[in-house]
């Protein structure tokens, strides 16, 4: 009777949250040109869209307008690269967080910190909301610090629709300055703004089961703390510890934030990418997706100039499968040339690989004729190789050999191309 009581209320707080709030942080804003607007609690569903958006608007224009007067518009520099990281409850932002912040060498920014503070605590312990343009401000303003300018991941923002609008003003804003700066000393300091906005998602059942498991851990700890007296108690969530609040918190998540967010994609970079599985695999696809995006990053001039030049993980693709496509063409276009070169490599190659068994590493020198009589050559002795499993690289220098001596002294010199072949192979056992 409790458990079902309990879920009455929390589903009676998400709809409360979700249609009255947005109207209540309304009120708290400052009028607009002396103007005061009326509050309608009768608003239908489908009245939000306009609202959030002219609201957001209003609100976003107090806070940049605040900013710029505190840091001059000069100063108004954004980190050049932010992914947006929200998710599920129980999607494992926390640790996905650190781990693009180490692959990706940038900074990381949890809303939840920047409204962990004495003025923030001060608001909540007088029973007033920490709305919307509190958190923008508190957000903007760290931005700017100079320790995020490579850039930052910022986990837990949006998470409304008036957010995800201020994330499209935030976005129209930097290009501006980008525009407005981009012919001057400072351009480099007002790139073109990268937004990704990086979604976890889990679906519900799974969701429960983690934040439960959260909740059983927390548990756990907090009772061999106090058996035992060693370590510190932690700190769980409400909603880890009772079905019925782990699940409300859940469709808060898909009500408030997840429908909002994915509009986004039609305006920025969207990563949709599954947090099921091992945290192993949820890494792998988070490396995956973020592992080359000229074609998103880059500006339509500079990605035209490169397009011609393939990718690295191109050039590896089907490698053995070419290569035995190139030396059966060999075989059959060439079967004399092929022949000779791979004598050439078991008389004058291996004992050279041999004598450098324990660096696992030669250096073959290629000055036969037969290098310099088929252009062909030193391209089926590098197959050669690479099929049987040895490493190889080529280089091309030329020698300078005398043919003849004049009686003046003077020295006549025939170039002569030569090819250098490094070879790599594991190094013996001692």
Same mark, same amino acid.
Request: glycine share 6%; proline share 4%.
């Given at each position: 009777e409790h458990e079902v009581s309990q879920g009455?209320f929390?589903?009676m707080?998400?709809? %409360?949250r979700a249609r009255?709030?947005p109207v209540?942080?309304?009120g708290?804003?400052?009028?607009?040109s002396?103007s005061?607007r009326? *509050?309608?609690?009768?608003?239908?569903?489908?009245?939000y869209p306009?609202h959030?958006s002219?609201m957001?608007?209003?609100?976003f +224009?107090?806070?940049w307008?605040?900013?710029e007067?505190l840091?001059g518009?000069?100063n108004?520099?954004?980190?050049?690269?932010i992914l947006w990281l929200?998710?599920a409850?129980?999607s494992?932002k926390? +640790?996905?967080?650190k781990?693009?912040?180490e692959?990706?060498?940038? +900074?990381?920014i949890?809303?939840s910190?920047l409204?962990?503070?004495?003025e923030?605590?001060?608001?909540k312990?007088?029973?007033k909301?920490v709305?919307?343009?509190?958190?923008?401000?508190?957000? *903007?303003?760290?931005?700017l610090k100079?320790s995020h300018a490579?850039?930052?991941?910022?986990?837990?923002f949006?998470r409304s629709k008036?957010q995800?609008?201020c994330?499209k003003?935030?976005h129209?804003?930097m290009?501006?300055?980008?525009?407005?700066?981009?012919r001057?000393e400072?351009a480099q *300091?007002?790139?073109?703004?990268?937004f990704?906005?990086?979604m976890l998602y889990i679906e519900e059942?799974?969701?429960v089961?983690?934040?439960l498991a959260?909740?059983?851990r927390?548990?756990?700890h907090?009772?061999?703390?106090?058996? +035992?007296?060693?370590?510190?108690?932690?700190?769980?969530?409400p909603?880890?510890?009772?079905v019925?609040?782990?699940?409300?918190?859940?469709?808060?998540?898909?009500e408030?934030?997840y429908d909002?967010i994915?509009?986004?994609?039609?305006?920025f970079?969207?990563?949709f990418?599954s947090?099921s599985?091992?945290v192993?695999?949820?890494?792998?696809?988070? *490396?995956h997706?973020f592992q080359?995006?000229?074609g998103l990053?880059?500006?339509?001039?500079?990605?035209a100039?490169?397009?011609?030049?393939?990718?690295?993980?191109?050039?590896?693709?089907?490698?053995?499968?070419?290569l035995?496509s190139?030396?059966?063409?060999?075989?059959e276009?060439?079967p004399?040339?092929?022949?000779r070169v791979?004598?050439?490599?078991?008389?004058d190659f291996?004992?050279?690989i041999?004598?450098?068994?324990?660096?696992?590493?030669?250096r073959v020198r %290629?000055?036969?004729?037969?290098f310099r009589?088929?252009p062909q050559?030193?391209?089926?002795a590098?197959?050669?190789?690479?099929e049987r499993?040895?490493?190889t690289?080529v280089?091309?220098t030329v020698?300078?050999v005398?043919?003849h001596?004049?009686?003046d002294?003077?020295?006549? %010199?025939?170039?002569r191309p030569v090819?250098?072949?490094?070879?790599?192979?594991?190094?013996g056992?001692?």
């Amino acid at each position: 009777e409790h458990e079902v009581s309990q879920g009455v209320f929390l589903r009676m707080l998400a709809v %409360c949250r979700a249609r009255l709030v947005p109207v209540l942080r309304l009120g708290a804003m400052r009028p607009v040109s002396g103007s005061t607007r009326a *509050l309608d609690l009768g608003l239908d569903s489908a009245d939000y869209p306009a609202h959030d958006s002219s609201m957001a608007q209003n609100m976003f +224009t107090s806070v940049w307008n605040n900013l710029e007067k505190l840091h001059g518009r000069q100063n108004m520099k954004f980190p050049k690269e932010i992914l947006w990281l929200n998710g599920a409850p129980g999607s494992g932002k926390g +640790t996905i967080a650190k781990y693009v912040q180490e692959q990706r060498q940038i +900074t990381h920014i949890a809303v939840s910190d920047l409204l962990d503070t004495p003025e923030f605590r001060l608001v909540k312990a007088s029973a007033k909301l920490v709305n919307d343009s509190h958190v923008l401000y508190a957000l *903007l303003n760290e931005l700017l610090k100079p320790s995020h300018a490579f850039g930052t991941l910022v986990d837990g923002f949006p998470r409304s629709k008036i957010q995800v609008e201020c994330l499209k003003f935030l976005h129209s804003r930097m290009m501006e300055l980008h525009h407005e700066f981009r012919r001057t000393e400072r351009a480099q *300091l007002f790139g073109r703004p990268k937004f990704h906005i990086v979604m976890l998602y889990i679906e519900e059942a799974h969701s429960v089961e983690r934040q439960l498991a959260r909740g059983r851990r927390v548990q756990e700890h907090n009772e061999e703390v106090r058996r +035992t007296g060693e370590g510190q108690l932690m700190e769980g969530r409400p909603t880890d510890f009772d079905v019925v609040a782990a699940r409300t918190r859940y469709q808060i998540f898909r009500e408030e934030a997840y429908d909002a967010i994915k509009t986004l994609r039609n305006h920025f970079h969207y990563h949709f990418i599954s947090a099921s599985g091992p945290v192993e695999e949820v890494k792998n696809r988070v *490396l995956h997706e973020f592992q080359y995006q000229s074609g998103l990053e880059l500006s339509d001039g500079a990605y035209a100039s490169l397009a011609a030049v393939p990718l690295a993980s191109e050039v590896g693709s089907h490698y053995r499968q070419r290569l035995i496509s190139q030396l059966e063409l060999y075989q059959e276009m060439v079967p004399d040339t092929l022949k000779r070169v791979a004598d050439i490599v078991v008389k004058d190659f291996m004992p050279a690989i041999h004598m450098s068994v324990s660096a696992g590493h030669a250096r073959v020198r %290629c000055d036969q004729a037969i290098f310099r009589e088929h252009p062909q050559a030193i391209a089926i002795a590098n197959c050669i190789l690479s099929e049987r499993g040895f490493e190889t690289s080529v280089f091309h220098t030329v020698d300078h050999v005398p043919t003849h001596v004049g009686t003046d002294g003077s020295v006549r %010199c025939e170039a002569r191309p030569v090819y250098i072949m490094e070879v790599g192979y594991p190094k013996g056992r001692r």
